[in-house]
């Protein structure tokens, strides 16, 4: 299937606007929340958030990502039964989690103060945008940016709705919010599974050799997935220890102001993979010209925005944030350009996606990841909750500057020869 060549700007427009929309919404609860729910409340909701992050990848398996690399090889497969078949490993993956969850129940309760409840909802939720993942692959895979932006703003906007009525009508503070997107996220699941259903992407008839590929594919990532967790929200319950739920509290929300940043790189790289595996593909020397080119312009841009966004960062908390949570501008400018490095990561890692080469990431990643715990435990103890900033950026940087390198040496680009002419 040949891409035109205005394809990837407007896929990164209509994703950039979706974006914009889906992402903008949790911002704009941020003031709602920080003006409900204390500081020390803040940091509870911040401990399930990490509790979620790690539960949503060892849930996935990569299936997303396994179902990104098939596409492209239909042709050879009955796409819809390995699709199917990805849907019935989530659903025991589901189980298996669960069990585990609560084999340590105890344990997550110590760490974080978070109780079984909630770690049930963190299950079901995880499970619920896995499945809308599915769908949404599928639509990004066939270029329906258009289709995807739209579910992805409703399920914000009925997250955004229930959020609210839970949080400020009920009176619930940080549960409220856990409500309300347990709410949106099972509405958006089942009607995926329609979504799917009616677009033939469903049939059940299970698969060893499709289960194997999805497995083979997906396991080598879970260290990738652990390792990005962990570097980017194992500093939450490191600061709960050292420092205290409040501190927690104003470093989640330093954090969320810092995403801004990755709304728009988020978008671009959505449009980005589709592309790049097209032109990768056809293993063309002008076309390899071109995407290093652009490499650098989007690390130009997101460098540029970093900088943007840490002058602004005083006027959006004097506008949005709560009085209370004010001193949390001071975590901005190390959480902002780590964001910067793992969205320049994010541009060079689908090389080694596309060779299958997916230990690697897995290694580096897991490697990067003690070395954050590391360098947390040790700059916290040394300069508080702002020394896990300063972590993570160190160790985004350190990540992307590691993976550029071998994904360089794997995959032959003309990184030193794409402007001459």
Known sequence: MEIKGNSLVKSFSVYTISGILSAGIPFLILPILTHHISTEDYGLLANYKVIFSLVMPLMGLSVAGALSRMYYERDKIDFPVYLSNGLILLLINSLVIGAILFGFRATIFELTQISSKWLLAALIISLGYNISLMILTIWRLQNRSFSFGVLNVFRSLLNFGFSLFFVITLLHSWKGRIEGELIAVLFFAVLSVWFLYKGKWLKFKLSKKYIKDILQFGLPLIPHS????????????????????????????????????????????????????????????????????????????????????????????????????????????????????????????????????????????????????????????????????????????????????????????????????
């Open 226 to 421: 652990l390792g990005a967790v962990i570097i980017a929200f194992s500093d939450r319950i490191l600061i709960t220890k050292y420092v205290g739920l409040s501190s927690t509290g104003l470093y989640a929300v330093g954090s969320q102001v810092a995403a801004i940043l990755l709304i728009l790189f988020s978008s671009f790289i959505l449009a980005w993979i589709p592309w790049l595996y097209e032109k990768l593909k056809k293993n063309n020397s002008e076309d390899k010209k071109k995407i290093v080119k652009i490499t650098y312009s989007y690390f130009a841009i997101l460098f540029l925005l970093a900088v943007l966004l840490q002058l602004f960062a005083p006027v959006l908390f004097r506008i949005f944030i709560g009085e209370e949570f004010q001193t949390a501008q001071t975590f901005i400018s190390w959480l902002v350009f780590g964001l910067a490095f793992n969205g320049m990561y994010r541009i060079v890692v689908p090389y080694l996606f596309y060779l299958k080469k997916t230990y690697i990431v897995g290694i580096v990643s897991i490697s990067v990841a003690i070395l954050n715990i590391g360098l947390n435990i040790l700059l916290i103890n040394r300069s508080g909750a702002i020394g896990a900033a300063q972590a993570t950026c160190v160790s985004f940087l350190l990540q992307f500057l590691i993976i550029w390198f071998i994904s360089g040496k794997q995959f032959k680009m003309p990184w030193f020869s794409a402007f001459k002419k």
